[in-house]
C-alpha cells in the first residue's frame, strides 16, 4: 500500500530528526511510505536538515505564516497532486511512535476495509496517560482498553486516512490557520458516515502542552491576553471558532461560545485551571 506521510514542521529541528528517524525505523514491509514535509520558514535549518538526512522526504517550502492547519493541508495537497495513495498519514513532528504503531494502524484500517478515520492515542514519555487522540461526545479522552473504539472528535497528531475517506472527505479546510483544522475534518467525515475510531492501545508518545494559552491566566496583562486570544496560536480564535462552532452545531451555539469566550478574556478567574 501507498501512504503519504504528511507534516508541517517550524524551528523544531531536533525533533523533527527524531521523528522521521523515528518513523524510517519502523515500516511494515506491507506499506510503501513516501514523506511530505512543509517548512513553514524555519529560522533554525529545519528544511536543509532533513533534505541532507532523509533526501527522500519531499520537502515544501512555507510562506512562514501556514502554521499547523494551513501548512498540513498544502502537504496533503503537494501529495495529492503527486499521485494517488492509498493512505493519507497526518503526524506531527512531535509526536513519536512506537515500534508496532503502524502496524496497529494498518490492522485496525483493514478491519474496516479502509472506510474509517483512524486516531493514534498517545501518552505522555513519562507518565503514560492520555494526552492526545479520540474524544466522545462530552469531550472526555476515549482511553485505550484493547479494542477498537469509535469516537467523536479527534487530535490531529496522527490520523489515518484512506483514499476512501479522502475521496468522501477531502482534505482540510484551509480557512483555518493553526487550531480547529482536526475537529474540523472529524465532523465533516461524520456528516459524510465515515466512522471515527481510536487505536486499540497506545501508539506512541507525544507531550501535551503544560499551560493555557496566555489569554486564559488573569495574571496575563488584558492587552496581552487580547493579543493572545486573537493569535493563530490562540487555539479558540473567535473567528474561526464561530466557523467551526456554526457549521456543525448550529448559529445559536457559535454565539454563545463567542460570548463565553469573551467573558473568560474579561474575567478569566470565572473559569478553574486545571
Not at 511494515?28 to 536538515?49: H, I, M, W
Not at 498544502?74 to 497526518?90: C, E, P, R, V
Amino acid at each position: 500500500m501507498n501512504v503519504a506521510v504528511l507534516l508541517t514542521c517550524f524551528n523544531r529541528v531536533a525533533k523533527t530528526l527524531a521523528c522521521l528517524d523515528n518513523l524510517f525505523g519502523h515500516i511494515p514491509e506491507e506499506l510503501n511510505l513516501e514523506v511530505f514535509l512543509v517548512d513553514d520558514g524555519s529560522t533554525d535549518g529545519t528544511g536543509e536538515a532533513v533534505r541532507s538526512n532523509f533526501p527522500e522526504v519531499h520537502v515544501i517550502q512555507g510562506t512562514g505564516s501556514l502554521y499547523w492547519n494551513r501548512g498540513m493541508h498544502l502537504a496533503w495537497q503537494t501529495a495529492a497532486a503527486h499521485k494517488s495513495f492509498d493512505i493519507y498519514l497526518l503526524l506531527n513532528d512531535d509526536t513519536f511512535l512506537y515500534e508496532k504503531a503502524l502496524d496497529e494502524l494498518l490492522e485496525i484500517s483493514k478491519s474496516l476495509d479502509h472506510k474509517a478515520v483512524i486516531c493514534g492515542a498517545f501518552c505522555g514519555v513519562d507518565s503514560k496517560e492520555f494526552t492526545y487522540g479520540g474524544r466522545d461526545a462530552k469531550g472526555n479522552p476515549v482511553v485505550p482498553n484493547g479494542n477498537i473504539q469509535k469516537c467523536v472528535s479527534l487530535n490531529g497528531n496522527c490520523l489515518w486516512i484512506p483514499k476512501y475517506v479522502y475521496n468522501a472527505v477531502g482534505n482540510l479546510d484551509p480557512i483555518f490557520p493553526h487550531a480547529i483544522g482536526d475537529f474540523d475534518y472529524g465532523q465533516r467525515a461524520l456528516k459524510k458516515n465515515i466512522t471515527l475510531v481510536t487505536t486499540k492501545t497506545f501508539i506512541g508518545t507525544c507531550e501535551s502542552n503544560p499551560r493555557l494559552p496566555a489569554w486564559c491566566y488573569s495574571d496575563v496583562p488584558f492587552k496581552k491576553r487580547i493579543r493572545s486570544l486573537y493569535s493563530p496560536l490562540g487555539n479558540s480564535h473567535p473567528k474561526y471558532y464561530f466557523i467551526y462552532i456554526k457549521r456543525h452545531f448550529g448559529v445559536l451555539m457559535a454565539i454563545k461560545q463567542f460570548l463565553s469566550i469573551h467573558l473568560r478574556l474579561l474575567i478569566p478567574s470565572l473559569w478553574k485551571i486545571k
